[in-house]
């Protein structure tokens, strides 16, 4: 009997499980119930969308890059409006000159309220919309307010003016301090955590919220970029979403760090549409 070709046989069956495991994937994306899709098919869902909320590691820079690569191709297909946690909504008058091409980027820094890692993790979104004439929205509370609130509780937003209340959600705001989100928080603070620490918290939700729903336009898809704990579980921006306009289709991604990405492990499933898990082994923008 001839060997030849069942060796053959064996010889491609090691040579395929050495290439396979010579693949060092950085991310994988996943649904909600922890099944890999593909990024064709994650476009091809969000891109029905009104508003989609993308949540990401502050630090993760696979999470930066596929926030860009998600916006250029969402823009060949649909209407869009892009906005961010990371800009506050008091610098939306600066941020417009930027893009308007009337101000530098040294100027946007000197001027607006903008991260540590704005140059490397934020300028290219702003940098897009610019090129291609795309509005960019401011949607975070001004951190002074998120202070006093944090101080002194939601009471302490009524004796504001007229005109510094322009920045915040029409007031009294909605809270529900048994969200399980909320509970979350004060349960990781421990002695930390106080029930006026929430508040801040879902001031910031609350304000981001009021500002897509201010600034989404009609067959336009708003696409925000915020921390992944503000749209966990569908929770925070997207309650306040749903407060204030239940008819929109909402979407939302979170980004994940696991140590290895082929499975998503069961604590990571639901938190979202679309999963992004990122080698933890990832280097960080900060």
């Given at each position: 009997?001839?060997?030849a070709p069942?060796?053959?046989?064996?010889?491609?069956?090691?040579?395929?499980?050495?290439?396979?495991?010579?693949?060092?994937?950085?991310?994988?994306?996943?649904?909600?119930?922890?099944?890999?899709?593909?990024?064709?098919?994650?476009?091809?869902?969000?891109?029905q969308?009104?508003?989609v909320?993308f949540?990401?590691?502050?630090?993760?820079?696979?999470?930066?890059?596929?926030?860009?690569?998600?916006?250029k191709?969402?823009?060949?297909?649909?209407?869009?409006?892009?906005?961010?946690?990371?800009?506050?909504a008091?610098?939306?008058?600066?941020i417009?000159?930027?893009?308007?091409?009337?101000?530098?980027?040294?100027?946007?820094?000197?001027?607006?309220?903008?991260w540590?890692?704005?140059?490397t993790?934020?300028?290219?979104?702003?940098?897009?919309?610019?090129?291609?004439?795309?509005?960019?929205?401011?949607t975070?509370?001004?951190?002074?307010?998120?202070?006093r609130?944090?101080?002194?509780?939601?009471?302490?937003?009524?004796?504001?003016?007229?005109?510094?209340?322009?920045?915040?959600?029409?007031?009294?705001?909605?809270?529900?301090?048994?969200?399980?989100?909320?509970?979350?928080?004060?349960?990781?603070?421990?002695?930390?955590?106080?029930?006026?620490?929430?508040?801040?918290?879902?001031?910031?939700?609350?304000?981001?919220a009021?500002?897509?729903?201010?600034?989404?336009?009609?067959?336009?898809?708003?696409?925000?970029?915020?921390?992944?704990?503000?749209?966990?579980?569908?929770?925070?921006i997207?309650?306040?979403?749903?407060?204030?306009?239940?008819?929109?289709?909402?979407?939302?991604?979170?980004?994940?760090?696991?140590?290895?990405?082929?499975?998503?492990?069961?604590?990571?499933?639901?938190?979202?549409?679309?999963?992004?898990?990122?080698?933890?082994?990832?280097?960080?923008?900060?």
């Amino acid at each position: 009997m001839d060997k030849a070709p069942y060796i053959a046989l064996l010889f491609l069956v090691f040579i395929g499980f050495g290439s396979a495991k010579a693949q060092k994937r950085a991310f994988a994306l996943y649904n909600t119930k922890g099944k890999e899709v593909s990024y064709r098919k994650m476009l091809k869902a969000l891109e029905q969308k009104d508003i989609v909320l993308f949540g990401e590691l502050h630090n993760n820079p696979i999470a930066h890059w596929l926030e860009l690569e998600l916006a250029k191709d969402l823009h060949g297909l649909r209407k869009l409006s892009l906005g961010a946690e990371m800009l506050q909504a008091d610098d939306q008058s600066i941020i417009d000159t930027y893009l308007k091409g009337e101000l530098t980027a040294a100027g946007l820094d000197t001027l607006a309220a903008l991260w540590p890692n704005h140059a490397t993790d934020y300028a290219p979104l702003l940098g897009f919309a610019k090129a291609k004439g795309l509005s960019f929205i401011a949607t975070n509370v001004p951190q002074r307010y998120a202070r006093r609130v944090h101080r002194h509780g939601f009471g302490a937003l009524d004796s504001l003016s007229g005109e510094e209340k322009q920045w915040l959600p029409p007031l009294p705001i909605p809270f529900d301090s048994e969200l399980p989100g909320y509970k979350r928080i004060l349960s990781m603070m421990g002695d930390h955590g106080s029930p006026k620490l929430v508040m801040a918290q879902a001031l910031r939700d609350a304000t981001m919220a009021h500002f897509i729903l201010k600034n989404h336009r009609e067959k336009h898809l708003f696409l925000h970029f915020n921390g992944a704990y503000h749209s966990n579980h569908r929770e925070g921006i997207l309650w306040y979403l749903r407060q204030g306009k239940m008819e929109l289709d909402c979407a939302t991604i979170s980004t994940v760090s696991q140590e290895e990405i082929e499975h998503l492990l069961p604590e990571h499933r639901g938190l979202a549409d679309f999963i992004l898990c990122v080698d933890a082994d990832m280097t960080t923008t900060y």
